[in-house]
């Protein structure tokens, strides 16, 4: 057959010509070379990098011209295990209950007062509605809350509470100086986060902006010279009406009497010195009683009112009507702060602006509040002060307070000794400033002195006792 040279395009031509050229190059010597290349060839070397750490060899001096030269040999040893920081998990909040009871609706405002509320609802395309009300994900609630935490503020932050606290105190500066911030500062707003995270899941009312923000600092503080130690507390002022003393007061006002919220017993209490009964005792019989009687019995309310009956007949308390107290919280109970921790009965001083208040503490409240004092101090720092009015509502109150100072024998406040030893204790602490305001606090329910009897009047001339004396003068 023979080839149309002819037909043959440019592209047919050049594949024949370069197969051509590979068939001649066959021919020569150049492919066995370069085949005899490939194989002798070393293989690429595999190298496995081991982790070592790095150990002290010991260098030898320089050996002299000549000699062989004895490298350091550095043997191969397993990575070390670095110690890590034990790490601090906050406690989990309370247990949550199975059931939510039902109760009255409320708007959200109500339940979260003082916080933000940025609320969005977003619609997605579902299915048919018999399909989707099957499904969990189609009717979806996501609570999403976000709160600052605070630190404790120092000395120096704490002029922002109460710039005039260096002219009260005379060693104020040095004070803070060897100040620490007490752990039972962190506690305490772990009890408050706790409760936001239990209230929230709840859908329930949690601590509103007010009583979350309402601790600046817990300080510890040792006085130079005199190592007094003091417990420093700075927040706010809420009110307190609670406690009942039948040897001092048998009588209470009747709103009080048949309160169902009325408190009648203070953690700091005394054994009765008078056989009165306490003007609360008969209250509480009766709420017993009907407690007793009801059908669907609350064993818990029923063991708690018995609990009360049986102190009220041998207890007597604060009033806080009358007595200058402050409550600490629970919080303080925990820990092992000893040297610190303050109890029922210790002196305290409560310093609002340039006045100094004296006080003792009186109860114990919640563990996630502070800032709170009985309605006699309230209204000795704001005449306005009430159930429903703080005399305080900003983080002005500085509680210093004096741990291990409470009389060995329990009992109603001696206020000429109130006055006289927290006197004592701020001299302890350097004394106070030169435009610090103590204010003395009298006792409300002391026995008044009789009152002095008139002076006879001078009898009528004509009397027979009058006739002796008229011709003397005469």
């Known amino acids: 057959m023979r080839v149309k040279w002819r037909q043959l395009s440019a592209f047919q031509m050049g594949l024949l010509a370069v197969g051509g050229v590979a068939a001649l190059a066959l021919c020569t010597p150049y492919p066995a070379r370069l085949v005899q290349a490939l194989r002798s060839q070393p293989a690429p070397e595999v190298r496995v990098v081991e982790k070592y750490v790095e150990v002290p060899v010991e260098v030898k001096p320089a050996q002299p011209a000549g000699h062989a030269v004895e490298l350091p040999v550095r043997p191969w040893q397993p ?8 790490i601090q998990l906050p406690p989990f909040p309370p247990a949550l209950p199975e059931k939510v009871e039902n109760g009255s609706f409320e708007h959200l405002n109500s339940l979260a007062r003082g ?3 940025h609320s969005v609802v977003t619609f997605h395309k579902g299915t048919t509605a018999s ?3 099957k499904k969990k994900q189609a009717f979806l609630a996501k609570i999403s809350v976000e709160m600052l935490l605070p630190h404790a503020a120092d000395g120096k932050e704490l002029l922002h509470a109460n710039p005039h606290l260096p002219k009260v105190l005379s060693k104020y500066d040095e004070l803070m100086s060897q100040a620490r911030v007490s752990r039972w500062f962190n506690a305490l707003y772990l009890h408050k986060q706790n409760n936001v995270r239990k209230n929230i899941a709840t859908v329930s009312q949690p601590l509103d902006r007010h009583n979350f923000f309402d601790t600046d600092t817990i300080l510890e503080l040792t006085a130079p010279g005199s190592r007094r130690k003091v417990l420093w507390i700075q927040a706010d002022m809420d009110i307190v009406s609670d406690g009942s ?4 007061l048998p009588t209470m006002p009747e709103s009080i009497r048949k309160s169902d919220h009325y408190q009648p017993t203070t953690s700091y209490r005394w054994k009765k010195r008078t056989k009165t009964p306490n003007p609360l005792l008969a209250r509480w019989e009766a709420r017993l009683a009907k407690l007793q009687k009801e059908k669907s019995k609350n064993e818990a309310a029923i063991d708690y009112a018995k609990r009360v009956i049986w102190d009220l007949k041998k207890y007597s308390y604060l009033l806080a009507q009358y007595d200058p107290f402050i409550v600490i919280p629970l919080t303080l109970k925990e820990g092992n702060n000893d040297a610190f921790r303050p109890a029922p009965g210790d002196y305290a001083v409560v ?21 709170e004092a009985s309605l006699r101090l309230g209204k000795l720092v704001s005449a306005k002060a009430d159930v429903y009015a703080r005399p305080v509502s900003s983080l002005e109150a500085s509680y210093v307070i004096f741990p291990h100072t409470a009389e060995a024998e329990a009992g109603p406040i001696d206020y000429p000794r109130l006055n006289a030893r927290c006197m004592e204790l701020l001299e302890e602490l350097g004394g106070l400033g030169s435009e610090a305001q103590f204010v003395q606090v009298e006792d409300l329910l002391a026995p008044k002195p009789a009152a002095e009897e008139p002076a006879p009047s001078e009898p009528a001339a004509d009397t027979p006792a009058e006739a002796p004396a008229a011709a003397a003068q005469s």
């Open 115 to 117: 916080m933000n509320l």
């Open 351 to 371: 310093i609002v602006g340039k006045r100094v208040f004296p006080a003792i503490v009186g109860d114990y409240g919640p563990r996630h509040k502070t800032g």
């Open 131 to 133: 399909q989707d009300r």
């Open 79 to 86: 990575a070390q295990l670095l110690p890590m920081p034990e």
């Open 245 to 248: 003393d039948g040897d001092r």
